[in-house]
């Protein structure tokens, strides 16, 4: 059975939303995601969203997840709101990271199957206490990642209404709805020996069979890959409503398509763009908190002295998320690369597996060149295994990002106006990389060599033409302009703030038809700061 974690009290929760709300309970609203790193955080970031307008939220998600976002995110201050619950993990978890061209799609699918039981446990437990006095009743609705294909017979048998969120780009959720076409098609699994084959789906530009579908390869387990077909189908033949972490102007053709597409029932599902999701403070407070080192870990408060100590839009940050981690020839070459650059940059470097991690200091002499370390002291970084990466985006020393293109990555760095460096690796990433390099114009390709290796020419040519090229000056232009809409959905009357308002009040009207309340008026104002130039 689930285990409750919280760092506040249920009564301390139902007393301050009754002196919110004049005394009545809140809306109680179940939050489940996906349970990987980059489907985590997002979700925790619509709970405190919700909570910030007086539901009260119960995040569920595998306890080793739980345990790191309560590490990581400083569950003590959380909305009071705010309940972290642990599901049993029934497969070993653990600290991820796969060398170049595995895969750990069936891993997360299977911790993902094992999740299903538990959760109608929790609810069922949840309903049984619900009339208790520090009860905060029982959940009218539940919010569940795309990726549980499972839902919506859950939410069915449970008899409770739900929608899916999802956390990757529009894109992709195009991809995902028309999996059943293209498995008639035989495109579907993705053939690893075959020929190449474009693909035009409508709202995308064309492109190749291995970008958009190597998710769903035939080297995949083939309950993996029933899992996700079974995932597919479901969401043509239900016609669920989903939210998407995006902003609609930045993927309007494709949102527009997704609006019009009609499910296997001619059902139309109802496709809401409502993001990025990002932490509050940056919806709206003002986000240069972000990079001071006060209250910090000391090793994220050296990383931000040393940011603190150069020059404005100096800095190349370098990450590769947190599932993908380059091998050791790639490291020596990415390395040497940034050397020759002669920028200044931050490095998160990861051990690949097999390689010791007790010792940071060790383990990063051993991952890198000889004497790297020594003779770029004066203008390198290198920090493992984590870093603050918001609070680096968002310092003014940052002036470009080498990233995976993971979603997340991609959609905050937008956010923060920083042009990227794209080097793709799976999932999605290919298909981002494409809107960043091609539709956006906001960053640039890092490509491997014909024998698909990094090499450290490479690495310099690119990112001298981010930092200090007529293109990368360029890049930065438009990046700044989709910074500024990006904001901009989140301000009154914008696309996200909109979408997020009239999700709100649906989820108060469901209250209110449970409880028979009048409906509740909720201020929905969100302000940014002003950007800076």
């Known amino acids: ?60 998600c595998v306890q080793h997840r739980i345990s790191r976002l309560q590490r990581d995110h400083a569950a003590a201050s959380l909305d009071p709101l705010i309940r972290l619950v642990g599901l049993p993990e029934r497969v070993p978890v653990g600290e991820l990271g796969i060398d170049e061209g595995a895969g750990i799609t069936p891993w997360f699918m299977e911790v993902a199957a094992y999740m299903e039981d538990d959760f109608v446990q929790l609810v069922h437990k949840l309903r049984a206490v619900a009339a208790g006095e520090e009860s905060l009743g029982a959940p009218i609705f539940i919010v569940s990642d795309t990726f549980l294909w499972w839902m919506h017979d859950v939410a069915v048998s449970l008899k409770i ?36 084959r474009l693909i035009t789906l409508p709202g995308l530009a064309p492109a190749w069979d291995m970008e958009l579908l190597y998710v769903i390869r035939d080297s995949l387990p083939k309950a993996t890959l029933q899992r996700l077909t079974d995932a597919a189908y479901k969401l043509s033949e239900t016609a669920p409503t989903i939210l998407i972490n995006t902003c609609y102007e930045l993927e309007a053709n494709t949102i527009d398509v997704l609006q019009k597409y009609e499910s296997i029932n001619q059902t139309k599902i109802n496709v809401q763009a409502l993001g990025p999701v990002l932490p509050l403070q940056l919806l709206h407070d003002n986000y240069v908190d972000l990079y001071q080192p006060d209250n910090r870990k000391e090793e994220e408060k050296e990383c931000l002295r040393w940011l603190n100590s150069r020059s404005p839009a100096s800095v190349l940050y370098v990450s590769f998320g947190s599932v993908f981690i380059p091998s050791l020839e790639n490291i020596t070459e990415l390395a040497l690369g940034l050397e020759a650059s002669s920028h200044a940059f931050l490095w998160v470097l990861r051990p690949p597996p097999g390689v010791a991690s007790g010792d940071q200091s060790l383990s990063l002499s051993v991952l890198l060149p000889e004497g790297f370390e020594s003779r770029t002291k004066d203008r390198g970084f290198v920090m493992s295994p984590w870093a603050p990466q918001l609070s680096i985006l968002s310092h003014p020393s940052t002036g470009g990002f080498l990233t995976h293109c993971g979603w997340n990555s991609t959609i905050e760095s937008i956010f923060m106006g920083v042009p990227l460096i794209a080097y793709p690796q799976f999932a999605e990433q290919k298909t981002n990389c494409r ?18 290796k990094l090499r450290k020419e490479e690495i310099e040519k690119i990112v001298k033409i981010l930092m200090e090229g007529e293109e990368g000056k360029q890049m930065k232009k438009n990046v700044r302009q989709l910074r500024d809409v990006i904001r901009s959905s989140w301000k009154k009357g914008g696309s996200s703030y909109t979408n997020l308002q009239a999700f709100v009040q649906k989820l108060f009207k469901i209250f209110a038809g449970s409880t028979h309340e009048a409906d509740i008026h909720i201020d929905m104002e969100i302000s940014l700061p002003a950007a800076p130039q």
């Open 435 to 452: 809107m960043i390099v091609e539709q956006w114009k906001a960053g640039i390709q890092l490509q491997n060599d014909e024998n698909k």
């Open 161 to 196: 209404d739900y929608c899916l969120f999802f956390t990757s780009p529009a894109s992709l959720l195009s991809v995902m709805l028309h999996l059943p076409v293209l498995i008639s098609q035989g495109y579907v699994p993705l053939r690893l020996s075959a020929e190449p």
């Open 1 to 60: 059975m689930a285990s409750l974690s919280t760092t506040t009290s249920l009564s301390d929760s139902i007393s301050l939303h009754r002196h919110r709300h004049t005394h009545q309970l809140p809306p109680h609203v179940l939050l489940i995601p996906f349970p990987a790193q980059g489907h985590t955080i997002p979700l925790l970031n619509l709970a405190k969203l919700l909570a910030s307008k007086g539901m009260a939220v119960t995040y569920v």
